[in-house]
């Protein structure tokens, strides 16, 4: 099957202004090519490798680069972690690894990076994944005990305000605050539909302890991501009577992991793809963002959260082609990775933590994997190639 009718297949069914939106995102970068496409990874890679090692792990499904960030816990504590679990499901450690090197790969390239510093920032990352696992015990990264570039990050994320948060997304009109549908982050609703959605969320502001200080002001189609671009997704903006300030919450559908087409791993039974989401974000986070839950809405499942002014992923830009920056960083994320890893061993029919200490120590898929991560970038290459020639023959001109 060809590269446009595989994207086309799994994308059926977008409305048009949001398939021409991400249809844009992914011409903009091999990187943000990469994003958005994890099916194209997932079956590619089924067909290139089969795990040697029978171990089993909970797995992100989608662990590249820019799925890592900040957030609030219930807690209320900023956390850095995994932040996106999607395309989670009980895999291997080579798939999660494999797509997180290939990440790193495919920004080296677009920054230029030789072949040479590449190759031994792979084996760096691998090191510190190893070396995390044989250690047994799973931490976390947060503002307390961040040095380094994490440091800094943090210290721009308690910069922010939450009045100039809100602020920034919203607008008055007539007295009366509502989201600023710019065609950026948010596209306008028409009354109809945001009736429709109020009606659907009113029995968890009335039945879940979460929400049940909220009142509902305005909603708005939220624009985020790339690979989830073209699902139902909404942010609502709430009046909390408890707290006297506004909350913005996002509302995101859910679909079946990627990966469930390709794995040989029998998975384990969940009620609905939110529970399953939510419930391995609980598993391989060291804690749960706030007001996370699940939510039933026209016969969809959705994942509803809190959208924070500490909410960020570290994206490309912020190491301005800086590959030692970015590398440091990377390393950091290998081992929240296996933390992760650690963390949810020994759950649902994962492997122990003794299994991951004894893979860890093997050698043979560490250079699996420096192979592997290797033909998938050049896939990914060739296909945002492909991809944007195929545009530009659709829409010559632009």
Partial sequence: M??????????MGIPEQLHQIKWKALQESPFRFYRGTCHLFAEDLSKLYKPKQKIRTWTCGDAHFENFGSYKGDNRQVYFDINDFDEAYLGSPETELTRFITSIIVAATQMNVAHVKVHKAIHDILDRYTAAISRRKAMMLESEVAYGEFKKYFGQMSSLNRDAFIAKRTVKEKGVLKLKTDGKRYLPMDKDRKIALFDSITPLLTKNQKYSHMVFEDAAIRIAG???LG????????????KGKQYLIDVKETRRSCYFDTTTIKQPKFKNEAERIITVGGLMQFAPPAFIVPHKMADKWYVV??????SDRMSLDYFDQDFNRLIEVAKEMATLIAYAHLRSSGNYTASSTDDLVKFADKQQWQRDI???SGMMAIKNQKYYKMFCEKQS?????K
């Avoid at 699902?231 to 408890?242: A, D, E, H, P």
């Fill in 226 to 228: 790339t690979g989830s």
């Fill in 393 to 397: 023959e659709r829409h010559p001109g």
């Fill in 231 to 242: 699902q139902n997704r909404y942010c609502m903006l709430f009046f909390s009577k408890t």
């Fill in 305 to 310: 959260k809190e959208l924070q002014p500490s």
């Fill in 2 to 11: 060809s590269l446009i009718k595989r994207l086309d297949r799994y994308n």
């Fill in 370 to 372: 420096l192979d592997l």
